[in-house]
């Protein structure tokens, strides 16, 4: 005779949106013993991606990867090491200052598809159904289960897949979001941020290369922050000899097409954007930024926290949860957090107490990505110069070094410790001693 556990199906979570914050959730309610179906409306898993940059992993997220792919190596040998975290000034002369300096940063820098590849491929072969373009949902009217309708990309056909559980990881611009708050609306930050990855490691010795090196010597190791007027970069090393570099751009809000923060670029306008950059920034970054093939242009968005998370069988995690900047590097980090917790507390209370669970993860996540997400946003406007409720604009000529202090990546708010994780009053969840190690 069978035992119990084995009569008794698996739950099941169906999950919207492959990037990340999906193949991260996959991860997690596998290991916490769900049957797991990602959608995603791309045909393939993605071997590049035209618009990938540089990410940023920090040391929770690194274990909790790690443990996932089990395995301390396969992580490692992916990415680069950043125990730096270094803000310098460049005045009109190109002459740089170094502001702040950490030295115990203890991050690790990936690029979006090597990470992407790395979570994927450690998945079971049947999670992952490419090319289905989430459609609709419903839930039962006794709440037991959730609808989900899908349309095949390939061949028209619409497809309905029934869970216990609907995961929204399908990014800041979120349609499930959107179904139950359809009045929410992102906030522009004031500025976009031209990005690009230049890969040299067909000329490694090129003077391009070898001048950053000199102008940046601690790359790949660093992340770099130069801060102009009214402006800052960011500049750090990839894997396989490739540099990453961020410019944010104060300006008007642009105009956006369809369902995306990513613009389309003329050439003109990249031409434009090097001919701007020779002007505020060293001859050296200039170069790197003439040389990458095919920089692109986000704009930057965020919104205030939400006050809920979950509804019924449905529950938002990654950036259709917290749509941030991208300041505190936090985007990837909360993701991957969010899955793990999600997954904890499904395995705690089981699918027979969905709600509770879904209850214990809003009340553990909410209160550290609110305060991550307005944090990051203060950064932000810290680095490009712009008004601030409570101070005059950073000024990275007059600044004192207690202002200089606030450029720092430490100050983000649970940046060392996650006390809701270690909340014993109310058996929440202890990451480091439930597989994290």
Known sequence: MGSESEKKPKAKAIIIGGSIAGVSCAHALTLAGWDVVVLEKTCAPPTGSPTGAGLGLDPMSQKLIRSWLGDSDSLRTATVPLTIDQNQAIDGKKIRETLTRDENFNFRAAHWADLHGLLYDSLAGNI???GHLFLSFSISGDKSCVKVKSKVLETGEIVETVGDLLVAADGCLSSIREYFLPNLH?????????????????????ETIQCMRRAYPDLGNCLYFDLGSGSHCVIYELLNNRINWIWYVNQPQPEMKGRSVTMKVSRDMIERMQQEAEMVWVPELVNVMKETKEPFLNAIYD??????????NVVLIGDAAHPTTPHGLRSTNMSVLDAAVLGKCLEKWGVENLRSALEEFQSTRLPVTSEQVLHARRMGRLKQGLLLPDREPFDQRTATPEDCEELQQKNMPFFADLPLLLD???????????GAA
């Open 128 to 130: 992952f159904s490419w």
């Open 424 to 434: 014993s009053k109310n058996d929440t969840l202890d990451l480091l001693e439930t």
């Open 303 to 312: 919104c205030d926290p939400l006050e809920q998370i979950f509804w019924d």
């Open 186 to 206: 992102l906030r522009y930050s004031g500025y976009c941020a031209w990005r690009g990855v230049v890969d040299f490691s067909e000329n490694e010795k090129s």
